[in-house]
């Protein structure tokens, strides 16, 4: 059974969309620093949260059932 290329593209977009609604914060580190405080180096690390608007999860929900459904219109 062969899947078309856009299914595989649309189920991915809907994937992320689920995703981005389920868990909409993102941690990422962002700067990593090493001091030195009396004779012992420390490393301090910080991190970035982004969010992602529902807009753009909803969005990716529905680029992937348009990429779905155009996949399924064209075999016909």
């Known amino acids: 059974m062969k899947v078309h290329p856009y299914v595989i593209m649309g189920i991915l977009c809907i994937a992320l969309g689920i995703a981005a609604l389920v868990h909409p914060n993102v ?6 620093s090493e001091i ?6 420390t490393i301090i690390e910080t991190t970035a949260i982004i969010q992602i608007p529902k807009v753009f999860a909803a969005l990716l929900l529905l680029a992937g059932g348009s990429f779905i459904f155009l996949s399924a219109t064209k075999s016909k």
Do not use: D, H, R, V
Request: avoid cysteine; aromatic fraction near 0%; proline fraction near 8%.
């Open 27 to 32: 941690s990422m580190p962002s700067k990593k």
């Open 36 to 41: 030195e405080i009396a004779g012992t180096k």
